[in-house]
């Protein structure tokens, strides 16, 4: 039998080949930037992958998500990631975790690796991302795409700048474009969640990975490599979490570039979602559909998706604040 890694241990050694095997890495976000990094990291032998994202395989997904088919629709992205990803190297220990990342449970869900990988869609995340690698010390590769364009920075502080030091606060939502507002490409998504995981692979296995944030237009044949600030922020320096320290229990916010709401809760809990079937169908008089971790139905002219994990979707005309309010008088918060 050929040895699985042969190719690989060529150009690493034999050293540096083998340490991959003792690595824990946490991809959080298993979308398009996600779905690339992790096989390639479960194919280069990393030992321990956790598998961390809170959505279910749309059909809008499949264009550039390279780990799902359409007989994956409707089910939860790392569940199905962890079985495509043991097809592809049944050697390794695979952790998948449907979560929602929130203050709340950052610290639990990304202490204890080697190494955080962004496959994530929002800032938000990357700042809980940024605030866990300044508390722990564990090192992270920032990745972003949107349009034909994308980003990578390998980030490790404070031996490095953070987030924050180039960026102090996330963007005001209507302020960056997101793949709904300005559309994306697959082949760029992948040419950056590539070098994501090539990054990755530098961190692991010792090589120091390059320094500088790195964007490429691939549709406009244009490239930048920013200079990472010389000087670190007062939140890295001084091993400031805010945002991890943030303290909050419900929100609702309008969905960019859709008609609609999404409502979140910190910490995630668990809905009793045969209960609450009975509550709406009672409520709204019109059937529900409970299908795995969610439950789907209609009140008037929204169409109302709720997770087993307490988020929900609204889609349809109602405002954030009537959300709250239709969300605290069915779930309770």
């Known amino acids: 039998m050929s040895d699985r890694y042969a190719k690989q241990r060529i150009f690493l050694g034999r050293e540096a080949d083998a340490s991959l095997r003792s690595k824990r890495v946490a991809v959080l976000g298993l979308g398009a930037l996600g779905s690339v990094i992790a096989p390639w990291l479960a194919r280069?032998?990393?030992?321990?992958?956790?598998?961390?994202?809170?959505d279910l395989v749309e059909a809008s997904n499949l264009q550039r998500q390279l780990l799902y088919g359409e007989s994956d629709?409707?089910?939860?992205k790392a569940e199905v990631a962890a079985e495509r990803l043991a097809e592809a190297n049944a050697t390794i220990a695979l952790n998948p975790v449907v979560a929602d990342l929130t203050s709340g449970n950052a610290r639990e869900l990304l202490t204890g690796y080697d190494l955080i990988c962004d496959g994530t869609d929002n800032f938000e995340a990357r700042f809980l991302i940024n605030d866990v690698a300044i508390l722990t010390g564990t090192p992270w590769i920032y990745a972003g795409a949107i349009g034909g364009e994308g980003v990578v920075w390998p980030l490790n502080p404070p031996r490095t700048p953070c987030l924050r030091c180039l960026l102090e606060e996330p963007p005001a939502g209507g302020d960056v474009d997101t793949c709904d507002s300005a559309g994306v490409l697959g082949p760029a998504v992948g040419v950056i969640a590539s070098w994501a995981a090539l990054e990755a692979l530098k961190v692991l296995t010792g090589r120091e990975p390059h320094a500088d944030l790195v964007r490429f237009d691939f549709w406009n044949d244009e490239r930048q490599f920013l200079k990472a600030p010389k000087s670190r922020c007062r939140y890295c320096t001084e091993k400031i979490t805010e945002f991890l320290d943030a303290r909050w229990s419900l929100k609702a916010s309008a969905l960019c570039g859709l008609e609609g709401v999404q409502i979140r809760v910190n910490p995630p809990g668990r809905l009793d979602l045969p209960a609450l079937k009975e509550r709406l169908e009672s409520r709204?008089?019109?059937?529900?559909?409970?299908?795995?971790?969610?439950?789907?139905?209609?009140d008037g002219a929204d169409e109302i998706t709720l997770f087993a994990d307490g988020r929900a979707l609204v889609h349809g005309p109602m405002t954030p604040e009537r959300a709250r309010s239709w969300y605290t008088e069915v779930v309770g918060c």
Not at 73 to 76: N, S, T, V
Not at 284 to 298: N, V
């Open 73 to 76: 629709l409707g089910r939860p």
């Open 284 to 298: 709204t008089h019109s059937p529900w559909k409970q299908a795995g971790l969610m439950l789907k139905g209609r």
């Open 44 to 54: 280069a032998g990393v030992g321990h992958l956790t598998l961390i994202d809170r």
